[in-house]
């Protein structure tokens, strides 16, 4: 009985031995992991450690080899492929996630609040002017309220990919992926963004993973840190305690190299 409802606690995400290979390459070897809801996790650990394989399995752009995974209270089938254009299972889920990359992606030629208020619009079928209310209040909390009249190349690297979080926010996502957001933009643009996701993170509205080189952000903003290599979780436990006091020796040998 006590076991039962254990299984039951509400997750965000869950992994359980959840593997992925490409070819001959075994990605991720094994991953169990559970994202509580409004938790927020900071994804740490070497390149090509497998972090945004990882990542890329919860919004269905990969599809894993073996193991189970849940994502807001859904089974996560192994196949088909999962980015099928049109395919109802991922368009309903990926409608309550949110994926901000390195890399911003806006639309170049729309302004950055079309950007946010896209979405809502063409997906949801919110009311346009509804939407761009809603946009504008976003573009706010990120900082760019002055900018919403603005075109992508008008604005910097760290406003677009303030923009494109705002874009994200837009959808009101359950879940909210990033991979690496900051490792394409300069230290004061970088400053910038991880002001904003220091915000998101402290407001717990809904769940964060982050992958991120940004260990103050990892120690401060996050609750909890895992920390991956070779297709591996070597280390999970508060963010404070991997990043201050890791236990795994190659956990310690990667901050110390990184530091
Ligand atoms: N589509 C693919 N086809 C073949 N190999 C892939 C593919 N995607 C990733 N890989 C390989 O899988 C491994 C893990 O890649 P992944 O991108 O998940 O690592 P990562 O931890 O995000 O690294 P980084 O910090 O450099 O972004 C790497 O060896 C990579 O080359
Ligand atoms: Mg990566």
Redesign the pocket.
């Known amino acids: 009985m006590l076991y039962a409802m254990a299984e039951e606690a509400p997750v965000s995400v869950a992994f359980r031995g959840v593997t992925k290979r490409?070819?001959e390459?075994e990605?991720?070897r094994g991953i169990d992991l559970d994202v509580r809801p409004g938790e927020v996790l900071a994804l740490l650990?070497?390149?090509?450690?497998?972090?945004?394989?990882?990542?890329?399995l919860i919004n269905g752009l990969?599809v894993r080899d073996g193991g189970s995974l849940r994502v807001l209270d859904t089974d996560v089938p192994l196949g088909p492929p999962a980015a099928t254009p049109g395919d109802p299972f991922w368009t309903a889920l990926r409608r309550r996630i949110g994926f901000v990359f390195?890399a911003f992606h806006l639309y170049p030629h729309k302004t950055a609040l079309d950007n946010v208020a896209l979405a809502p619009i063409r997906v949801e079928g919110e009311e346009p002017e509804a939407a761009r209310t809603r946009a504008r209040a976003l573009l706010e909390r990120v900082g760019l309220a002055s900018k919403a009249d603005a075109w992508p190349r008008q604005l910097s690297g760290g406003q677009q990919q303030r923009v494109a979080i705002a874009r994200a926010l837009a959808m009101e996502p359950e879940i909210l992926l990033f991979?690496?957001p900051t490792s394409a933009l300069d230290p004061e643009m970088s400053a910038e963004v991880i002001d904003v996701m220091r915000d998101l993170a402290a407001q717990h509205e809904r769940t964060l993973i982050v992958?991120t080189?940004e260990f103050g952000f990892a120690r401060e903003g996050a609750d909890r840190a895992a920390f991956?290599e070779h297709?591996r979780i070597l280390e999970v436990g508060p963010a404070s305690e991997v990043l201050e006091r890791p236990q795994h020796e190659r956990t310690r040998a990667f901050f110390e190299r990184v530091l």
């Not at 650990?45 to 890329?56: A, E, Q, V, Y």
């Open positions: 490409f070819g390459l990605v991720l650990g070497p390149s090509g450690g497998g972090k945004s394989t990882l990542l890329r990969e390195q991979d690496e992958v080189h991956l297709g």
